[in-house]
């Protein structure tokens, strides 16, 4: 098997996510502590915490964790569901067990790394790119060019990391219609669905339609609790789970007792959090849109549709990467330039740059960044 290669972005991450001053590009919403998530939960679930104990847990999941997440989607039951140690590990299971040497698969460019290089260190594999002049939308002619007669996979991911992008619902139901014709897998990275600017463009989670579908999630990115390390894959086809939690036996085992514990919570009082994060988003895009308006000349922007990360363009004749490289090592601030994203499948953009707005600290690096601008 292929050296999978450096993941760039958390490469990047690792160097500085801890280090910068203002950390301007996060892709998960604003954290909160240990001691407002018990707030939100009953005096018998708090008694239930204080309690708790550090035994191994179900491999698939706490049977409380796994029926608070099938409670998030219409058709499907606990059986549905298995947990994995954050998204990442749902991601490398679920290639492995779906691809083999001879097979074929079809992603999306730019995108998180990982959804690319683990097919790509498994078998052949196609980029569909996502460009700027045609809105990031997702053109299906290419997804029926790029289909060979061996393509077991295709993986999408909307809201979009990097660009914020939603394709329409009539969108997904042609892909769907063009994968179950050729009996291919759709894996679907919903990891920042829930955070769609409006509840209108929001998709259905794709193991609710598609009986080959898979839904990735995590608290992550739309709770703001990475820390957690909890994540899922939801999906109709029982045997593929069984496959994937056979080799989830060789990773993590089974996820952190207390994590589930906690995420169960957070489940619970969804409704409570999501409200909370969609006025942090509302706030900061309203700073960003009036900075990225003030300074047209340099930014090109646009709203993104959902998430909380967007991808503008920059407009100034040093190029991005050497613009993010003079923020960051002059003035702390840390944006992430596109080059992160190059892919070697599919085109990537060169002069956007991620901008993260989900935490609450951004608005001390959009300050500063106006300072700089301004002088
Ligand atoms: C699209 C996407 N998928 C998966 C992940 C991995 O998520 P986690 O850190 O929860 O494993 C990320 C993290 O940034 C992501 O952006």
């Given at each position: ?159 979009h990391n990097p660009t914020g992008k939603v394709i ?208």
């Amino acid at each position: 098997m292929p050296v999978l290669p450096d993941f760039k972005l958390e490469t990047f991450f690792s160097k500085w996510e801890f280090n910068a001053k203002y950390h301007m590009c996060a892709s998960d919403m604003e954290s909160m502590t240990l001691q407002e998530l018990l707030n939100l939960s009953s005096d018998q679930d708090r008694e239930n915490w204080n309690n708790l104990n550090f035994k191994y847990i179900e491999t698939y999941g706490s049977p409380e964790l796994r029926l608070a997440v099938a409670d998030s989607y219409k058709k499907l039951s606990s059986e549905n569901i298995l947990a994995f140690a954050g998204a990442q590990e749902g991601i490398y299971v679920a290639m492995h067990c779906i691809l083999q040497e001879d097979d074929h698969a079809i992603i999306i460019t730019p995108n998180y790394q990982s959804s690319e290089t683990i097919p790509a260190s498994i078998c052949e594999v196609s980029g569909v790119g996502l460009e700027a002049d045609n809105n990031w939308d997702l053109d299906l002619q290419k997804i029926k060019d790029a289909i060979r007669p061996n393509t077991r996979l295709i993986s999408i991911n909307f809201p979009h990391n990097p660009t914020g992008k939603v394709i329409s619902i009539e969108t997904l139901n042609d892909l769907i219609n063009i994968a179950r014709e050729q009996d291919i897998y759709l894996f679907s990275d919903e990891v920042y669905r829930l955070m769609e600017r409006s509840e209108g463009i929001r998709l259905p989670q794709i193991a609710d339609i598609y009986e080959k579908g898979l839904s990735l999630n995590v608290m992550s990115k739309s709770y703001g609790l990475p820390g957690l390390r909890i994540g899922w894959i939801a999906s109709q086809d029982l045997e593929l789970l069984d496959k994937m939690e056979k080799m989830k036996h060789y990773l993590s085992i089974c996820n952190s007792s207390p994590s589930e514990f906690l995420a169960v919570i957070a489940l619970k009082s969804s409704a409570n959090i999501l409200k909370r994060n969609h006025k942090i988003i509302e706030n900061n895009l309203k700073l960003l849109n009036s900075f990225f308006t003030q300074h047209r000349d340099l930014f090109e922007w646009n709203e993104p549709d959902g998430g909380c990360i967007g991808y503008p363009k920059y407009l100034g004749s040093e190029g991005v990467m050497t613009f993010c490289e003079r923020l960051l090592e002059e003035h702390g601030i840390m944006l992430l330039p596109g080059t992160i994203y190059k892919s070697a499948i599919g085109p990537t953009p060169n002069n956007h740059f991620r901008v993260g707005y989900g935490r609450i600290a951004m608005q001390d690096g959009l300050r500063k960044f106006q300072e700089i601008l301004d002088n």
